[in-house]
């Protein structure tokens, strides 16, 4: 006996709009990188290869976004856990696979060998490869550094697409708001 199961449609839930707005954040965060590049996700190559794959640009744009988030979890889980090497490189990859399917192949190979981009790029993999030989600790803080240079430029994009998240974007200007109104009480 087959059993049809029916996926229920996409409604005005919380978490479609977070999935979202996660969508936009990271779309305006490499816009500059897939417009530069000519590689953007709704750009496939010819019409032939395009019909004839079974998943659309959404797909891997999701899956993308999935595996990103999967790979920040794993990496704050191997923080946690006095930085465990085996967590912290699972992390890792899964983030990078992550990238690769959001980006494109070719535009996430154009993002980290630009000339431009070197010094994060190789930051960013000598970190990689002190976590490989169990120096996890220098390893993330070559990591970070190595994605703040490589993505610095898209910070103020992506602080945008947060604040227009309701509860996150809440959370973010509270600071700024509070600060503002002790500066206007004291001044």
Known sequence: MIVEA????????ALDFLLIHSKVCIY?????????SGGCLTNLGNKKNYADNQ??????????IGLIGFGFFFTFLGVILFFDRGLLALGNIIWLSGVALLLGWHSTWQLFTKR????????FFVGLFLIFVRWPIFGIILEIYGSIVLFGGFWPS???ALYQIPVVGWFLQYPVMFLDRM???FG
């Open 158 to 160: 992506v602080k945008v």
């Open 55 to 64: 998943w659309n640009n959404g797909d891997f744009a999701e899956v993308g």
């Open 116 to 123: 431009m981009n070197y010094k994060g790029s190789v930051s």
């Open 183 to 185: 500066r206007r009480s």
């Open 6 to 13: 029916s996926i229920p449609k996409k409604g005005n839930s």
């Open 28 to 36: 305006f965060a490499c816009a500059r990188e897939c417009f530069q």
